[in-house]
């Protein structure tokens, strides 16, 4: 296999989803954007109004925790959804199955388009956030933390939709994994004021560690590589399942 | 003529239950191969095997030369599909759709356009192009599909029922496009319910029945197996009896004794071959 054909392959793979992206762009963005922006004003201006620094200090701690929800809320559920209708329903995934690309491209191609969604989102909220909040600062390698974790979670969902028979078991991925991520890992409080019990099973989440990664490199300009490898760890375990059930599934 | 599909002792099991029960033939290049069989005889599941969508248990597939196997990429790019489903992304256009299955199979940019408008017209697609796949009708859906299908220019194109669910004229259209396809060059792997489908496209016809091939051949091979000729007859419940007979001399002979009306002489067809097969129909043979 060529590796220079692997980025060609990937787009190839991606494109019918990257159209729809660019002729739903204004619905893209919205249901991109409301989730994370209710957190922002409930619980920064809100529940933040009501602690001993005020909001301005709680909305500069919990945005770089709602960015990195953001590549979790933008990526699972799209990608997971999309490619069980276009696998239950469409067939199209199969067909895509049929096509002379490797296993690699499917993976990436059919991620991608999530990865667009929370690159698009997380850059919106992260310039409002920074416009609302001025020591919040937008380092170059935090767009380089949204790609990998949207990888990975995007890989998370089309792993879930390639486990899953019927869409109302899509629903058992996200009750019992999603949303307890979503409030756990350090998005909206400091995970270091957990019991010890506790936080060995929160840092052994992905979303714990994207959160670590946001907050240091928004608030204080530090890289905390145990995280990023951890990130990198999830990403290849995602990516090693979604690949071995493809090939599991055909020869 | 050589083979392009070569199947080898094909086994394929869903747990304790065997849909493809070591099954073993050859598409040769250039004809119309049919694939027919009951519902649940194995068909779509032998045709996704063969596809590479569904995995064998055991066994072997080779297209054009490469396995399906090991030399997947290569095999694939040969492989031209229409499922049993609409399979085009629904939120998008025909046209897109086409674009997207274009560039799935590597054809150059600058040709994709043209070779849109070829295919599309193929099936008189034209009206259609620049609507969601979604606000069509079946039929415009199937026919894109197949389209689709064909966009690369297959060496061998897979048919999964495709006129299921097509009125007459479409179903008349698109047996003149199985046909042109063919007479490109293009080897045609069918299957279908429609015998007469079957009996007028296809140079040869396999018969498959509980994941096994239980004959196969051509129409006037296939129709020797049971006898040419049948006389139709009722049993006292009212039943359809069918008796088969090599000659029409010998079918007359055994009506002779009839009363007229109570029996029909007819030349035997496909149809009957197949009920006969598959045990479809009470019938004996003379």
Known sequence: MNPLSVPD???????????????????????????????????????????????????????????????????FSTVAMRVLVQRLFYMSFDELLLCP???????????????????????????????????????????????????????????ASLLTRKTQNLS???????????????????????????????????????????????LDGTFPLDSFLVLLLYSALFFSLCYYRIRMQKQ | MDGIVEVKDLVVRFGDFTAVDGISFDVRKGEIFGFLGPNGAGKTTTIRTITTIQKSTSGSVRIDGFDTHSDYLDARSRIGIAQQHISLDNDLTVRQNLKHHAMLHKIPKDRIPSRIEEAGAIMELGQFMD?????????????????????HEPSVLFLDEPTAGLDTRSRHMLWDLVRALNRNGTTIFLTTHYIEEAESLCDRVAIINHGRIIALGTVPELLDLVGSVTVETTDPEGRSITHFFRDRASAKEFASGMEDGFFNIRRTNLEDVFLELTGGRKGELA
Not at chain 1, 50 to 73: D, K, N, R
Not at chain 1, 175 to 189: A, N, Q, R
Not at chain 2, 131 to 151: E, F, M, P
């Open chain 2, 131 to 151: 609507h969601k796949v979604q606000d069509l009708s079946g039929g415009w859906k199937r026919k894109a599909s197949i389209v689709a299908s064909i966009i």
């Open chain 1, 101 to 159: 690309v490797h296993i690699s491209s499917v993976i990436l191609g059919k991620t991608l388009s999530g990865v667009v969604r929370s690159l698009i989102s997380c850059t919106v909220l992260m310039v409002a956030g920074h416009l609302i909040s001025p020591g919040v600062t937008i380092h170059p390698l935090v767009f380089v933390i949204i790609i990998i974790a949207s990888w990975t979670f995007s890989m998370f969902g089309l792993l």
């Open chain 1, 9 to 75: 392959e990937i787009y190839r793979v991606a494109w019918g989803d990257l159209v729809y992206i660019k002729e739903n762009f204004i619905e893209v963005l919205l249901t991109g954007l409301v989730g994370p922006l209710l957190y922002l004003i409930a619980f920064g201006f809100g529940i933040g109004s009501s602690m001993p620094g005020g909001s301005s200090q709680y909305v500069e701690f919990i945005l770089p925790g709602i960015v990195a929800l953001t590549t979790l809320s933008c990526t």
């Open chain 1, 172 to 218: 058992l991925f996200t009750s019992i994994i999603i949303v307890p991520m979503t409030f756990l890992c350090g998005t909206l409080f400091d995970v270091s004021d957990l019991p010890a019990a506790a936080s060995y099973i929160i840092y052994a989440l992905p979303l714990t560690h994207v959160s670590e990664l946001m907050r240091s490199l928004m």
